[in-house]
């Protein structure tokens, strides 16, 4: 039995459908979760329009053709519906083909393996099962005496559904989220404040890039404050007024609509003490092999909390599932790439450049995008790749992308870093011309001294 069909869920049930179990699998909402309905595919396809729109603005070529004030925001949000349809639906005949039985309600824990549901189309039943996987996912997190009231005061659920481009957005909170609407916004015209109460928005990504990205935004007329905190909160005529404690002072501003995206966390509302699940506020307490502290009782995904990312709760869907079966696995501690889908992309894996030189010496690579030939040939020409090394071993300790690409270079990187491979062997393979990847093996050769379309007088170390 598994519940939720999040990325978490539907992963585990299909997993172990292909282990031979039988499978029922309980959803009370939509199949793919947040990540297919409100979260990951919905804001991609929305950012993908906008960077297909930021790239043709640049252009010298197509520049020109479009005019300012064009509202494209609904024709946008129809094209994400349907390809959040279309994967929803997907999944269903994916789960299908593996015999899961999908049952739509909401579950809850009675002791024990048993389960009751309370069904979408009436009625209640309660299942006695072998196992039970846990994946009920995460929720917005909320900010004290900030009420998201779905019209004004919006969370990422309502920012993803707007259908017309805001005339100015504040976002509360410079994660991921919040960086990514960021650029959506602002590439579709809307005036873009962020407010951070941390030192720095994107947190846990190395601070070079973030100072790159920060550049680029404020380029395009992003207000970022850091060390910054709505203080008060008054409805006006045509939107809302805040009063924002920033760390020059207070300042006050106006906004058609407020974007709260401090985080994301666990749903934690089974009745986990009737089943003897141990959690904690940070999320419901598994081992390595996501066993819970009750006998059959698995859990997985953004309600473990740690790191409340898809692919993260996948992997833990198959771990889960693979022990259910009697296979014996453990998560693995490669280290974890982690995506920001804004423009530029940003990724990295592995140790931050102040992480690394916490640990020994270490040799830096750097190489820019404008020095390589098919980022020029796109005319994408922003940002850099980082490359860290040991000094001692040579072994590459963190890679760090801001640019074209990123995303999927990273999963090169990923691979280096999670292989511990080391510099020298890297840059002895080939890498096909003209592509991203050979401005990969320029920052790690640069780790050297020796990348080849470097002029001497740009090396840094
Ligand atoms: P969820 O996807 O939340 O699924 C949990 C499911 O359980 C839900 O469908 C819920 O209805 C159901 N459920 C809960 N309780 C019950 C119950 N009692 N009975 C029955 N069903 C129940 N991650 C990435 O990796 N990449 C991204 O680019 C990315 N972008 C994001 C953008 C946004 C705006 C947001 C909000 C999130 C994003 N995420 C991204 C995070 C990602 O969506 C989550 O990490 C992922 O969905 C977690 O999967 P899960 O299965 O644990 O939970």
Redesign the pocket.
């Known amino acids: 039995m598994v ?9 585990a049930a299909i997993r172990a459908s292909q282990l031979g179990a039988k499978v029922i699998l ?19 396809a929305l950012l993908s329009d906008a960077g297909l729109l930021r790239s043709l603005k640049r252009s010298p070529v197509f520049g020109s053709l479009f005019p300012e004030g064009l509202d494209l925001l609904q024709s946008m949000t129809d094209r994400k519906a349907k390809v959040v349809q279309e994967m929803v639906k997907g999944i269903e005949i994916l789960l299908e083909s593996y015999r899961v039985t999908i049952q739509y ?4 824990l009675l002791g024990g393996t048993r389960v009751g ?1 309370v069904k979408r189309e009436g009625g209640r039943e309660a299942i006695e099962t072998d196992v039970i996987i846990l ?6 997190k909320s900010i004290p005496n900030i009420h998201p009231d779905g019209e004004r005061i919006i969370t ?2 309502e ?2 559904e707007l259908g017309k481009i805001p005339h100015d957005i504040v976002i509360i909170g410079g994660g ?2 919040g960086a ?2 960021a650029t959506l916004f602002s590439t579709l015209g809307s005036k873009v404040t962020i407010i951070e109460i941390l030192e720095d928005i994107l947190p846990g990504i190395d601070s070079e890039m973030v100072r790159n990205f920060q550049r680029v935004l404020e380029k395009e007329g992003v207000k970022i404050l850091t060390r910054s905190s709505v203080e008060d909160l008054r409805q006006a005529d045509e939107g809302l007024k805040l009063t924002v404690r920033t760390s020059q002072g207070i300042e006050e501003m106006a906004a058609e609509k407020l974007l709260v ?1 401090a985080g ?1 966390t666990p ?1 934690l ?2 009745d986990f003490q009737k089943a003897g699940v141990e959690v904690s506020p940070s999320g419901i307490r598994v081992s390595r092999r996501m066993e819970t502290s009750a006998p059959k009782i698995y859990a ?5 909390g740690g790191i ?7 992997e ?2 198959v771990v889960a599932a693979e022990n259910a079966m009697g296979i014996d696995r453990k998560m693995e501690d490669f280290p974890i790439p982690i ?1 920001v ?1 804004t423009h530029p992309g940003i990724a990295s894996v592995g140790l931050t450049e102040k992480e690394a030189r916490a640990k020994g010496e270490i040799r830096l690579g750097r190489f820019p995008f404008r020095s390589n030939p098919k980022a020029q040939v796109c005319g994408e020409t922003d940002g850099l790749i980082k490359v860290i090394a040991s000094r001692e071993s040579d072994e590459i300790l963190g890679i760090h992308i801001i640019g074209p690409g990123a995303s999927d270079l990273i999963s090169v990187a990923a691979m280096i870093v999670g292989q511990r491979g080391k510099a020298k062997e890297f840059t002895r393979l080939l890498q096909a011309h003209p592509t991203l990847p050979e401005a990969l093996k320029e920052a790690v050769l640069d780790a050297e001294g020796l990348a080849i379309h470097l002029p001497r007088p740009l090396r840094r170390k």
């Open positions: 519940i939720g069909g999040g990325p978490g869920g539907y992963v309980i959803e009370k909402d939509l199949i793919g979760g947040t990540c297919l309905n409100r979260g990951c595919i919905p804001m991609k309600g909401e579950a809850d549901l994946a009920p996912g995460s929720k917005s990422s659920d920012a993803l991921y989220i990514e609407f995206a994301r749903r509302d089974l997985v995904g953004d309600a473990i409340l990312l898809a692919y993260v709760a996948s833990g869907g995506c889908f």
